[in-house]
Structure formats: C-alpha cells, structure tokens
C-alpha cells in the first residue's frame, strides 16, 4: 500500500508560480516512479509530468514542458511539481500518483497504482 497526500495548491496570477508538494508513506519511495496529472472540470484527467523512482529520468507533456519541473527527494519521501509562468489553462485539481512498475515512465493514467486525493490550483488572468 502507498499513501499520497499533495499541498501547495491555491489561487494564483497568470505568469506566476506555485510549488506542489506529494509526500508519500507506505511502501519504499524508491520503490516507484512518481507522476503527476491534472484534471479541469468537464475534462478527462490528464498527465503532465513523470519521474522514473531514482529521479534521474523524467518527461513531460507538451503543453508544460519549458515552465513545469518534476524532481523527487527519496530522502524525504515526497516528489515536487514546480510550475512557472502558469496559465488560466492550467487551472485544474492537481493528482499525484505512484506506478509500481519502476523505470516504466508512463503517461497513462491506467498504469499507476495509488492515487492522492488532489490539490486545486487556480490561475486568474
């Protein structure tokens, strides 16, 4: 079993930054790559970022890719999403998620294993 509990969302202005924070309990955290998706209302949940349970491997969706940044500290048991220069667009509930299958750096939300319960983040314009 993994738990996942994320922070740091809010309301912020188009242009700024937020830091989301997942931290993880259960199972070894380096047991597991680490994703994040989103999810707007009236929208299937989408994947934004992933990185692979040593923290050397990551990937990004399109449409973040040059503003967000995935990293994880193993030592702390929690994996981080920075995000710059954000969006009205990126307005959406924030999940973290664990897949079980290490170095698979997947972009599915089928492939991952626990979920968290979601952080919103606003952005005005």
């Known amino acids: 079993q993994v738990q996942l509990v994320e922070s740091g969302g809010g309301l912020v202005q188009a242009g700024g930054s937020l830091r989301l924070s997942c931290a993880a309990s259960g199972r070894t955290f380096s047991d597991y790559d680490m994703g994040w998706f989103r999810q707007a209302p009236g929208k299937e949940r989408e994947f934004v970022a992933v990185?692979?349970?040593?923290?050397?491997?990551?990937y990004g969706a399109d449409s973040v890719k040059g503003r967000f940044t995935i990293s994880r500290d193993n030592a702390k048991n929690t994996v981080y999403l920075q995000m710059n220069g954000l969006k009205p667009e990126d307005t959406a509930v924030y999940y973290c998620a664990a897949d079980l299958r290490r170095g698979s750096l997947s972009s599915a939300t089928g492939a991952y294993d626990y979920w968290g319960q979601g952080t919103q983040v606003t952005v005005s314009s």
């Open positions: 990185i692979d349970w040593s923290g050397r491997r990551t």
